[in-house]
Structures are given as C-alpha cells and as structure tokens.
C-alpha cells in the first residue's frame, strides 16, 4: 500500500460489539479518485467498517483516518466533507424531490442560493428534472435511489460511500445507476461501495477487498483476483442421472466443483477440454463454456453456505 494519496487509511482497525469482534484487525487503504469496494457475506464485517469510516460508530481497536482526520477527534469535519448513501432509502416522502435536495442542503450551512443552484445541478445528473416538484412517494426505486445519491453529493464531497447501492433494483434502473457513479468516478469523486453483486463490482471497481468473517482474505482488482483465484474459463456441465465424471477431467483440469445442479470444471481453455471430455463418450445435459468471474473467487473465498 501505498503512503501518498491515500483518502482513507486503516492500521489494525478494530470493531467490537461486547463479546462479538465483527473487524477483527484489518488493513484497509483507498487512495485519492479511485473506486474501491468490499465484497462479503453477511456478517463479514463490512457494514461496521463502513460504519466506521462514515464516522457514525467508534472503532474499538487499530488506527483510522478519514481525509487525513481522526474520526475520533475530527468526526464533525469529516462529515461535512463526505457523502453517505445509506443501504435503504430514507428521503423525506413529505417533500418534493427538489426539497429533499435543498432541505438537506441547509444541514450543512450552505447559502440558500448556492443550495437551490446545486439542487438544479443535481436534478438533471440523476434524470429528475421532470419530477422536480413532484411528492417522492409516487417514485419508482430507481428514481427514489437516484435521489438519495443525488442527495449525498449536495456538499460537493470528496469522499462518497454507498452501501449496497442498487439493491432490489432492475437491470435497467441498475445500468442507468452505473451510468451516474462511473461519471462521478470520472469528476475525481473517491467512492467505497458494498454490494452482494458480483457483476457490479467488476464493473465500478478499481480495487477491492473481500472479506470474510471479519477478517480480509483477498485484496487487488478485479482482473488480479480473478487471476490469482480462479482459471481463465469454466465448463459448466449438467449430466444425466448416475453418469459421473470419474476423473475425467485429471491432468486437464485445475479444479472440479459438484453442485446439487451441475458441475463447474475450472480449466484455462474449455472448448479444448469440453473436447476431450466428449472423445471420452461424455455425453452431458448441456455444457457451457464461459470466462471466469468474480463471483467464482468469491464463492471460493467464503464458500457456498448461505450465512445468516
């Protein structure tokens, strides 16, 4: 890691709930415009680090600065200098969307013009010029989450974090939500993001951790992680009742995993190996050959178990 730049920076940082350690000494460092996520099953320890750098819970353990700030000392500060887009919506439905913008935009001491100036701005980036005056209630989820980030970008931050920005929307409402971060990321706006959706963190971010069980296990791009934990394809084969693989695939297979509903064969080239499968009179289902995702590393990481 790096010692320049960097927007956010943690040193064994801690979180302890009692006897529960949900952080449990991890070393975390966002340099200046990037995008950086965490990636995690429930329970990983993201929302309390994100918590953390928000300055909205105190670390329990390890050193943490926010913009060159102690969030200890300097909490208020730092605050008014970064942006939180919180997991679920919580706009004023009693407002229009221009008010939600403008109302919120007192909070942090701004003159009245410049407010209703930066609402207009903000209006037209999250594609709600149209419903400017209109309750928020009626809006769709797109547009009610474009609003809240649209919202928290009111004072100008240097430092945005959303957590699990695009959750329960649809693929166009997603896309369109993209759109607007990559142009922020564009601005030289530093972002953290959470999310569950492996392809939108292969799409947003520059770097990002995965972590498990409060610690981090995996750290790098996108690219690098799928590099480093993964093949460059996966065969996926579904085949019938009672036929197995009985190691076929040895020699010309990295990994085999069996599910309940295929069988995923890691492998650097898996037409070549869907051939050698077939001179074996392998007859499968169906098979498919694809490149390898995020979503492989990250299931390899902190395993298929649903966790609650």
């Known amino acids: 890691m790096s010692d320049g730049g960097g927007l956010v920076r943690a040193r064994g940082l801690h979180k302890r709930f009692g006897a529960f350690e949900a952080v449990r000494g991890i070393d975390v460092e966002v340099a200046r415009g990037e995008v950086f996520g965490f990636l995690g099953p429930n ?7 994100m918590r953390m750098i928000a300055c909205v819970s105190p670390r329990s353990g390890g050193s943490l600065t926010v913009l060159g700030r102690d969030p ?6 730092i605050r008014a200098r970064i942006g939180v887009v919180p997991q679920l919506d ?24 410049h407010v209703r100036a930066k609402a207009t701005e903000l209006l037209a980036f999250a594609q709600l010029t149209d419903r400017a005056d209109q309750p928020v209630e009626p809006l769709s989820g797109g547009m009610k989450r474009r609003l809240t980030i ?12 959303l957590d699990e920005p695009t959750t329960g929307l649809d693929p166009q409402a997603r896309h369109l939500l993209w759109e607007r971060l990559y142009r ?41 992680l799928i590099a480093r934990h993964s093949t460059r394809e996966v065969l996926e084969l579904r085949l019938p009742a009672g ?22 064969v890691y492998t650097d080239d898996g037409e070549h190996l869907q051939g050698e499968l077939a001179r074996t009179g392998l007859r499968p289902l ?9 979503e492989d590393v990250f299931l390899r990481l902190t395993g298929r178990s649903l966790v609650e």
């Open 43 to 49: 329970g990983a320890g993201k929302s309390s680090t």
């Open 72 to 77: 200890d000392t300097d909490g208020p500060a």
């Open 90 to 113: 919580n706009l004023d439905v009693e407002l229009t969307v221009r008010q939600n913008l403008q109302v919120y935009g007192r909070y942090f001491g701004l003159p009245r013009a």
């Open 150 to 161: 649209a919202r928290s970008l009111v004072n100008d931050p240097e430092l945005l974090l």
């Open 184 to 224: 922020l990321k564009r601005e030289g706006v530093t972002q953290i993001i959470t999310t569950h959706y492996m392809d939108e963190a292969e799409q947003l971010c520059d770097r990002l951790v995965v972590m498990d069980a409060g610690v981090i296990v995996a750290e790098g791009s996108p690219a690098e």
């Open 243 to 264: 036929v197995q693989l009985n190691g076929k695939t040895h020699g010309v297979a990295e990994r085999v995993e069996e599910l309940a509903d295929r069988i995923l």
């Open 286 to 294: 169906s098979a498919l050959v694809r490149r390898s995702s995020l």
